[in-house]
C-alpha cells in the first residue's frame, strides 16, 4: 500500500497500482464506502465504479465522508453530504465516487476532510494555459460555522470556493481540525482559520475570522508538513523539527503535560531525532523517526557520562542509536544493530542500546523455550492442582493477525453496532484522521 487515511469508521488504502480499498463499517446509510450500498466490509475492498482506470494519488478521510483526487487531477467525493461537504453544489449524500465539477484547466493537488468540511488546493492555470505560471489556490466548502472556511462568514458553502484572502499565496499542503483549517504554503509558512477554543490556531491575536500567519517560534522556519487533529495542530521543519500546538489533554501535544499551547511549542523530546513524518489522530500525534549518525565533530561530550572527549577519551558512534559515546560507554558488541552495514554481524553500539538488544533478544528467547518446554497433559482427568489445562501454543504474527481478524469478523457480523452517544446530526469531534501517510 502507499498511503492510507482514516474516518470515524471506515479506512481508506491506496495500494501501489493507484486502486483504492475501503473497509469499515457502512451501516450509516451514507455510502461511506464507496461501494454502492450500506454492507459493512471486514476486509478491504476495492472501489470500482467511475474510478476503474484512474490512479488515486491523494485521499482525505472526515468523520462520514471521503475525497480522493486521480493523477488526471480530478476530484471525487463520496459519503454523507450533510451541509454541503461533498461539493456537489446539494446536501445529497453518494454512496459512490463522484467527481466534483471544477472550472476548466482546474486541477486538484491536496485535498483534506474536517468533520464537516472539506478542503483542497487546486491548480489554476493563466489564460495562456501555461503550466510555469499556474497557481496553486486554497478553495474550502460545506459548513462554515466558527469561520472555519476562510470566507470571512458562518455561511455554508455547497461547491469549491476560493479563499480570497488568501488568493494570492500558492499552497502545497491542507489540513482540517474539527472546526479550524491549516494551510502550508510553498515557502514554508503556514496559515490558520477557525475555531480560537484551544489556541489551535497558533496565534494569540487571531480572531479566527480570517486567516491568519503563525509566527512567534515558527518564524524563521521552513515548515514542510502539517497535520490535524480535532483541536490540535503539528508541523514538521525543513530541520527535522516538530512543532505541536494546541489542545494538550490526555497529552497530545508531546510536551510531558496536558496544558493547551496557544502557539507552536518544539517538542523536546524529539529535538535529537530525526522526524521523517508526522500524522494526528483526534487526541494523539504519531510521527516517524529515522536513526541518524551523530557527527563527532558536532558533539563534545559523551552522550552516556557525559564526559568531555579528549585526547585520551576517543570519540565512537553507536551502531544502534548513532549517537556518539567514548570507549568505555560503547565497548560492547551486540548483533541487529540499526545502523550496522551487516546486522547479521555483532557491531559496536552504546552501553544502554546493548542492553535493550540483548534484553530483547534473551526475552524472546525465554518465552520460545518456556512455551516448546512445556509438557502437554493427557490426561483426562484432574491432578494434584486441579484441572488439567492445555499449554499454550506460541502463534506466529500471521495467526494472530487470523484470530485477530476472525473475531472483529465475528463481532460485524454477530452483533449490532452500539449507536453513537451523539447523533450524527452534532457535530462529533473527529475521532480518527490520518490524512496521506506515506510509508517508505
Known amino acids: 500500500m502507499s498511503f492510507v487515511a482514516c474516518g470515524e469508521y471506515h479506512t481508506c488504502a491506496v495500494a501501489a497500482s493507484g486502486d483504492l480499498y475501503t473497509w469499515g463499517d457502512g451501516t450509516h446509510n451514507a455510502g461511506i464506502l464507496g461501494h454502492g450500498t ?82 483542497a488546493i487546486i491548480e489554476v492555470n493563466d489564460e495562456s494555459g501555461s503550466n510555469a505560471s499556474a497557481s496553486k489556490i486554497l478553495f474550502t466548502w460545506g ?66 475570522k ?49 496544558e493547551d499551547q496557544k502557539t507552536p511549542t518544539l517538542v523536546e523530546a524529539l529535538k535529537e531525532r530525526h522526524v521523517k513524518s508526522i500524522a494526528c489522530g483526534a487526541n494523539f500525534t504519531t510521527c516517524i523517526c529515522i536513526h541518524k549518525w551523530v557527527s563527532g565533530n558536532d558533539q563534545s561530550v559523551c552522550s552516556g557520562c557525559r564526559q568531555p572527549f579528549g585526547f585520551t577519551r576517543k570519540r565512537h558512534n553507536c551502531y544502534h542509536c548513532g549517537l556518539v559515546h567514548c570507549h568505555p560507554c ?31 533478544d534473551s526475552l524472546n528467547t525465554s518465552n520460545y523455550n518456556r512455551e516448546i518446554s512445556r509438557p502437554v497433559s493427557t490426561s483426562h482427568g484432574k491432578n494434584d492442582r486441579g484441572e488439567v489445562k492445555p499449554s499454550k501454543i506460541l502463534l506466529t504474527s500471521t495467526a494472530i493477525g487470523l484470530v485477530k481478524y476472525l473475531d472483529l469478523r465475528s463481532a460485524m457480523l454477530g452483533s449490532t453496532r452500539e449507536p453513537s452517544p451523539t447523533g450524527r446530526d452534532a457535530q462529533n469531534p473527529l475521532s480518527l484522521q490520518l490524512k496521506d501517510v506515506i510509508f517508505p
Open 38 to 119: 450500506d454492507v459493512s466490509h471486514c476486509i478491504p475492498k476495492r472501489v470500482t465504479g467511475f474510478l476503474e482506470g484512474l490512479q488515486v494519488v491523494s485521499i482525505a478521510c472526515g468523520s462520514w465522508h471521503t475525497a480522493l483526487i486521480t493523477s488526471n487531477g480530478k476530484l471525487f467525493t463520496f459519503g454523507d453530504g450533510m451541509l454541503g461537504v461533498l461539493g456537489h453544489g446539494d446536501r445529497e449524500s453518494v454512496s459512490y465516487p463522484k467527481e466534483v465539477e471544477l472550472s476548466s484547466g482546474h486541477k486538484a493537488i491536496k485535498v483534506a476532510c474536517g468533520v464537516w468540511h472539506t478542503a
Open 210 to 258: 480570517v486567516p491568519i500567519l503563525v509566527r512567534d517560534k515558527l518564524q524563521g522556519e521552513s515548515v514542510e508538513e502539517i497535520s490535524c487533529g480535532t483541536h490540535h495542530v503539528a508541523a514538521l521543519t525543513s530541520r527535522s523539527e516538530l512543532y505541536t500546538w494546541g489542545r494538550g489533554a490526555n497529552g497530545r501535544l508531546g510536551h510531558g503535560d496536558t
Open 330 to 360: 560503547s565497548s560492547k558488541k551486540a548483533l541487529k544493530a540499526a545502523l550496522a552495514p551487516s546486522p547479521s554481524k555483532p557491531h559496536r553500539v552504546c552501553d544502554a542500546c546493548h542492553g535493550k538488544l540483548k534484553g530483547s
Open 143 to 208: 459548513d462554515g460555522d466558527q469561520y472555519r472556511l476562510g470566507h470571512v462568514n458562518k455561511e455554508t458553502y455547497l461547491q469549491p470556493t476560493c479563499v480570497a484572502a488568501l488568493a494570492e499565496y500558492n499552497f502545497q499542503q491542507v489540513a482540517c481540525g474539527q472546526s479550524f483549517t491549516v494551510a502550508l504554503t510553498a515557502s514554508g509558512h503556514v496559515f490558520t482559520v477557525g475555531s480560537t477554543a484551544y489556541g489551535q490556531l497558533g496565534n494569540p491575536n487571531s480572531d479566527g
